[in-house]
Structures are given as C-alpha cells and as structure tokens.
C-alpha cells in the first residue's frame, strides 16, 4: 500500500462506517455510486472515463473503464460492505453551493474493510487519485491506457 493511501484511509477512521448492502447501491461508474439516494464518488483512485464533457474519449479508454465499472459490480458481491461519507477536498463554499465534485458527495467503499479502490488499482482498472487539499489534474488515460496494454 502506498504511502499517500494509507495516509488517506487513516484520515477516514474518525468518520463512522456505515454497513450497505450491494442491493443498495448502484454503480453508476468505476468510481461513482448512488447509495441510498445519494451520489458518491469514491475516493483515493480514479478510472477511466466512459464519457465525460471535458474532452473526446477514444475506444480503448471506454472499454477499460466498462471493465472498471463491470469489475465493481463483482467487487460488491464478495464480501460485507461499508460505506464512509467523507469530506470533500473543495472548498467549504463550493461544497455549500453543490458544485463540488459535480454535486457529488466524496466517499470510501471497503469491501471487507478494505478500500474497493485498492483492488481495482491492484488489477489494473484504476490508478491512485488522492485529493488532499485539492484534487490534481485528471489522470491521462489515453497514456495510461497505452502503457497497461
């Protein structure tokens, strides 16, 4: 486990999990959730985008994010879950106004608990994406794509 990981699933332990079941959620991508009416975005990794507004997404970058999201969907089958509401990395104001993180709320999913994203991460489906003050520039997939195949 990376340094910056551990350091990011240690600073959830205060916060409480709250146990959820696979029926409860559902996978919107490899790194996004609904669960109990509400949007979450997991956090400490990133995959790759079926589609997004930013920019054009190529054949090869939506194939290995379908994998991701499919991959999840399994993940979610195989063992007790919990689910931690986290703070968000945006500022106060933005968390407020709804326009951080795409109105999305920030969360970590551990499948017997361990963070899911290590596992995707660990199989090639995602990279580590950690916001500690601030979320970094986006992951270039196409390069990352190109170098996993």
């Known amino acids: ?4 990981f551990a350091i ?3 600073s959830t332990l205060a916060v409480h999990a709250e146990p959820i079941t696979p029926a409860e959620i559902t996978v919107v991508d490899g790194d996004t959730i609904d669960a109990r009416g509400v949007r979450f975005r997991m956090i400490g ?3 790759p985008e079926v589609s997004t507004p930013r920019r054009k997404v190529g054949a090869a970058e939506r194939a290995s994010a379908e994998r991701a999201t499919a991959r999840f969907r399994e993940l979610l089958k195989s063992g007790p879950l919990d689910l931690t509401e986290v703070r968000c990395s945006c500022p ?3 968390i407020l106004n709804g326009t951080c993180n795409r109105g999305r709320k920030c ?6 608990g361990e963070n899911i994203g290590k596992t995707l991460i660990a199989e ?3 990279v580590e994406f950690i916001c500690p003050t601030s979320c970094p520039k986006m992951p270039d997939w196409p390069s990352i794509i190109e170098k996993w195949q």
């Open 1 to 4: 486990m990376s340094r910056t």
């Open 107 to 112: 969360g970590v999913l551990t499948l017997n």
């Open 45 to 47: 990794y990133d995959t």
């Open 8 to 10: 990011l699933l240690l």
């Open 92 to 94: 106060e104001s933005r």
């Open 124 to 126: 090639g489906l995602a």
